[in-house]
């Protein structure tokens, strides 16, 4: 069976949710930097920590490097960011599909590439997902996709992640849709929800960014 690849990277900890949640779904756990030391808090214990850990003390390195069976460490000056490294780690493992943890919530210029890693790992038909404490977000292209009601996400967007996004349609949405292009800048598929257990979207062309979410206080 193909691994689910769970990868921490070292974003603000007050935007994590419970790991400790998804270590059941997760086969192979990768702290990036510092995330490697959030996973250890929550009592996880990373299989591969990588980077350059330069955002860790001296002692909190030694605690990673003890309780991991592969160690990674880069240099801090290089083409890839550490985040990029894992990923590429990741993916020659073979994964069904990867979660990001801890790629959101600090620096925008980071969170907005890390959004482009998952089009990177789309195009190599790789299913990923970013979650962080109140929004669950992935790629999806043209054809007719399933969408499960989730109790603690109960906000749905879609966001034209291309120029354009030709003939969406959404059906079992508060909001109905039907055969509509929106295009960059575009609300009109802003903050929706489905009004039973299940709803389906679909379109033509182009390339959506499909965001659960919930208000934080």
Known sequence: MEPVIGIVAG??????????????????WIGVDRGALYLLEEGIHPQIAIGDFDSVSDEERNRI?????????????????????AVEKAVSLQPGAIL??????????????????LMTLWKRNIFSKMIDIGNILEIQGPGTHVIMKDEHHPNISFIP???QVVGITLEGFYYKLTNRTITWGSTLCISNKLISE????SFKEGILIVIKSRDVL
């Open 11 to 28: 974003g603000p900890r007050s935007h994590l949710p419970s790991l400790k949640q998804y270590d059941s779904t997760v086969t192979i």
């Open 198 to 201: 299940k709803g389906t979207f």
């Open 161 to 163: 992640f291309t120029e």
């Open 100 to 117: 990001f943890f801890g790629v959101t919530g600090g620096r925008l210029d980071h969170s907005l590439a890390n959004v482009q890693l």
């Open 65 to 85: 490097m003890s309780h991991v069976s592969d160690y990674l460490a880069y240099p801090i000056e290089k083409d890839e960011t550490d985040l990029e490294l």
